[in-house]
Structure formats: structure tokens, C-alpha cells
């Protein structure tokens, strides 16, 4: 079955702080998705990386970085946390050639 | 870039009635609009999907249609169940890449 697992399901941090939001997943995919999930705004892509090393950014990057040291793994990094990154992060994987994206169960980050 | 806008954003019916969910989308050159729906504390999952060279799909008592004339795509859903309650959210992507746009998501309520 496909998994896509994100380390923590509720984070609350303070305004400053580094934060790293961890997502692994075990279908071998090649494509991986960060997105913040606010009401009225669905989904908004912040960064994808679409091979190991490899990022693009999405529509929203400001304030975000990422990190894919290996296949299997996608890390979003808020440098200094700010109040208005507090939202639901859902994670996701794609392999190539395909369409389906898989979601992970998501982060909810309270930044105070 | 692509712009998608979902309507309506909260929509209740009664059991065994049917519930519709419209998007619009502003760039031509999109060919494929998925639908993912999220349950409450679960990432978003794919129901159906529909690419611009098919009008409409059908799967059970889930069906989408395409206008690509209009640039407007809609999920239709009969016989609703209240395990059809959750949050709905087209999504288009444009030939070139594999990102998604998401619309901003329809939250469906069914009452018994």
C-alpha cells in the first residue's frame, strides 16, 4: 500500500525558530510536493523537487526552503518562523509519468 | 500560470440527493483535471480525473464533466452518502509540467 508518512501531526513552535517538517515516502517516487493548506485557499504549492538534489520553486516560496538528500525523503525548512506560517504543510509523492499525487496525512504548525 | 476557482465553498444536502461542485480554470493549454477528496484528519486522495481530449467520466455514483470551450469542469455526485461528507478540491495542470493548481475546495455536508 502507498505511504507517505510526515514526522509529526501537530507542531507548535515560536516566532524565530528553525523548524524542519520531515516527509518520507516508499514508492521509489521520483517527484515530491510541499504544500500549505489554508481555508478558502485549498492547496498552494510551495516548493517540488522532481529528482534526488533537485527543487523548483512553487507559488508561495517565500520564507521556505527545502532539502532532498535522498530519493526517499523531502524536508521543508522555515528559517526563522513567522506567525503567518501558521497553517496545515501536506506533503506528497508522484512517480514519473504518472498523475496520481499521494498525500501524506499533513502537519498542522502553530507558530506563536 | 494557471488560475482555478471552485464553487461553492460549503454545500449541504440531504442524504440520497445529488451534490454538484463547479471549477473554472483559465489556462488552455491545461489537460488534466483531477479531484481529490479530504476526510477529516486524513490528506487529500484522488476520486476521479478526467483529461481535456474526454467530455465526461464516470465511476459508480461519482461522475466529472469537461467544457473545454468554457475553460469549466464539474463533479457530480448522486445518491449521497454521509461517508460522502469531506472537502472536495478540483485541481488543473497545464501540458508543460507537473504541477497542480488547486481551487480554494468545497466542504460537503450530508445529513441524514
Known amino acids: 500500500d502507498v505511504k507517505v508518512t510526515q514526522s509529526s501531526r501537530y507542531l507548535v513552535k515560536r516566532t524565530g525558530e528553525k523548524v524542519f517538517l520531515e516527509c518520507v515516502q516508499d514508492m521509489d517516487h521520483e517527484n515530491m510536493f510541499w504544500y500549505r493548506q489554508d481555508p478558502g485557499l485549498g492547496l498552494r504549492l510551495i516548493y517540488f523537487s522532481y529528482d534526488v538534489k533537485m527543487k523548483e520553486k512553487g507559488d508561495i516560496p517565500e520564507g521556505y526552503s527545502v532539502s532532498r538528500e535522498k530519493k526517499e525523503r523531502f524536508s521543508l525548512i522555515l528559517e526563522s518562523a513567522s506567525t503567518n506560517q501558521t497553517s496545515m504543510y501536506l506533503c506528497?509523492?508522484?512517480?514519473?509519468?504518472?498523475?496520481?499525487?499521494?498525500f501524506g496525512a499533513g502537519t498542522r504548525l502553530s507558530v506563536l | 500560470g494557471e488560475n482555478v476557482e471552485q464553487h461553492p465553498s460549503t454545500l449541504s444536502v440531504q442524504e440520497g440527493d445529488s451534490a454538484v461542485i463547479k471549477c473554472t480554470y483559465s489556462d488552455s493549454a491545461s489537460n488534466y483535471f483531477p479531484w481529490y477528496k479530504q476526510e477529516l484528519g486524513k490528506g487529500p486522495q484522488l476520486i476521479i480525473d478526467i483529461r481535456s481530449n474526454v467530455g465526461e467520466k464516470k465511476d459508480q455514483r461519482i461522475a466529472v464533466t469537461l467544457n473545454k470551450t468554457a475553460k469549466h469542469f464539474s463533479l457530480h455526485i448522486t445518491e449521497t452518502q454521509p461517508e460522502d461528507s469531506a472537502v472536495y478540491f478540483c485541481?488543473?495542470?497545464?501540458?508543460?509540467?507537473?504541477?497542480?493548481?488547486f481551487g480554494g475546495g468545497t466542504r460537503v455536508l450530508v445529513k441524514p
Open positions: 485541481a488543473g495542470r497545464s501540458a508543460a509540467g507537473n504541477k497542480l493548481t
Open positions: 506528497a509523492s508522484m512517480g514519473t509519468n504518472k498523475n496520481i499525487q499521494y
